[in-house]
């Protein structure tokens, strides 16, 4: 994640040779919607660079017939 010196998400670089383009998308709208504290270099904001791991698991779907 590339964060200003607002704590804005300017850009979002996914790594993850085999992860599927839906899953790459849905990471990549998440952060960009979040907010962060900007880092500080002697007490002034600067921007940063920081890596997030982030885990998908898949989980079966419950039929709508189970969910009545």
Do not use: C, H, N
Request: aromatic letters at 8%; zero cysteines.
């Amino acid at each position: 994640l590339f964060i200003d010196e607002s704590g804005f998400v300017q850009r979002v670089r996914v790594e993850g040779a085999g992860l599927p383009p839906v899953l790459k998308e849905a990471a990549a709208s998440a952060f960009q919607q979040a907010r962060f504290t900007p880092g500080q270099v002697d007490g002034q904001a600067v921007r940063s660079l920081i890596k997030v791991a982030v885990t998908f698991e898949s989980q079966p779907v419950k039929s709508f017939d189970r969910m009545r």
